[in-house]
């Protein structure tokens, strides 16, 4: 039996082996990739000595990411008169859809389909769509149908059709050649040491980029600080209120006796709003709000109580609220520093 001819990039040979080495010309049937199961038959090599970490993954061409490797390929246009012989118009150097069809042992629209999804890269190897006109000028009496623009062909682009198309055996036979005559350059992966410092340099690539998106997050929390210093203050400020009688009660008023004191201290007055008549006193009676003097009007909070009945007028009744926050502020301008009481069942806590 002859030797196999060498150059298979994913066949093997096992030689069987006696005491004295390996038989010759003992070898097995070639185990093929699905992709290439229409592989010639015979087309095999001897075991070679593979390099540790090599990496043999088969290609398939057929996928979006091996454009390159079609890029690669796409001179190697006898290959096509390896698997079958290709139909061309007189000057042999274009071919028709119908004639890619035939080549390919495909339905017309097959064809149509992939140059549909792969046009661009069709492109590069002169694919081109004509006139009806301009074809019969340089192919006359050619065209059996009557369509008004004819797609063209090079050679090129029908070896670039078998590298994409699937549902074909003829196409799978011009991929296996391809891949064949392609010289096997193993892929040496990183062992040991080598794999170790990159590891270390990958790693410190992404400690450096954590360090910067943080020091960029301090940078942006720096700039907002006095934003939400200020939301801070401002809902701490605005948000806890409580009556003028239960400030009151704090330093031991009563609600009339804190209403007359912050009026008496030019903190808060009466403001009227209006007249009503009072059914128990068969008369007239005016109706009053309480409102902060200018310089303590953010001292207070004046918010509506819609649940009480409205002023004669139709006017919802406002009530003037202590802003916690500055409960000490109005004390103060009200001589009561140092004159807080703790109501009852807080006193004697610790």
């Not at 290439?36 to 390099?51: E, F, Y």
């Not at 290709?86 to 028709?96: C, N």
């Not at 801070?232 to 006796?257: C, F, M, Q, S």
Request: glycine share 6%.
């Amino acid at each position: 039996m002859p030797a196999a001819p060498l150059g298979c990039r994913r066949s093997a040979v096992n030689y069987a082996t006696t005491p004295s080495g390996p038989a010759k010309n003992s070898w097995t049937p070639p185990q093929t990739h699905p992709e290439t199961s229409g592989r010639r038959r015979g087309m095999a090599q001897p075991n070679l000595p593979v390099p540790s970490g090599a990496d043999f993954t088969p290609v398939d061409l057929t996928t979006p990411d091996a454009r390159l490797r079609r890029d690669a390929l796409a001179a190697r246009v006898d290959v096509l008169d390896k698997v079958g012989a290709l139909r061309a118009l007189p000057d042999d150097m274009h071919v028709t859809t119908e004639m890619v069809a035939e080549f390919y042992e495909v339905p017309t629209g097959t064809v149509r389909a992939l140059v549909l999804d792969n046009r661009a890269e069709l492109e590069t190897d002169g694919y081109r769509v004509v006139t009806r006109s301009a074809f019969e000028v340089s192919y006359p009496k050619q065209l059996t149908s009557s369509a008004s623009r004819i797609a063209l062909f090079p050679r090129r682009a029908v070896l670039r059709v078998g590298m994409l198309l699937r549902d074909s055996a003829v196409a799978r036979r011009v991929r296996d050649y391809l891949l064949d005559a392609e010289p096997v350059t193993p892929v040496m992966m990183p062992t040991g040491p080598e794999l170790l410092a990159h590891a270390i340099l990958e790693a410190q690539k992404m400690i450096a980029a954590k360090d910067a998106q943080i020091a960029q997050l301090d940078g942006k929390l720096a700039a907002a600080a006095p934003k939400l210093e200020y939301l801070d203050r401002h809902v701490a400020e605005n948000d806890d209120v409580v009556t003028i009688e239960a400030w009151g009660h704090l330093y031991g008023l009563t609600e009339p006796k804190a209403f007359e004191l912050l009026r008496g201290k030019d903190i808060i007055y009466r403001h009227l709003v209006g007249k009503r008549w009072s059914a128990s006193k068969q008369r007239l009676v005016c109706e009053y709000e309480h409102l902060p003097y200018g310089d303590c009007i953010d001292w207070f909070s004046r918010r509506p109580q819609h649940d009480a009945p409205r002023h004669h007028n139709g006017q919802v009744r406002m009530t003037l609220y202590v802003k916690v926050f500055h409960s000490e502020d109005i004390a103060r301008k009200a001589g009561l520093v140092g004159q807080m009481t703790l109501p009852e069942d807080q006193e004697g806590q610790p």
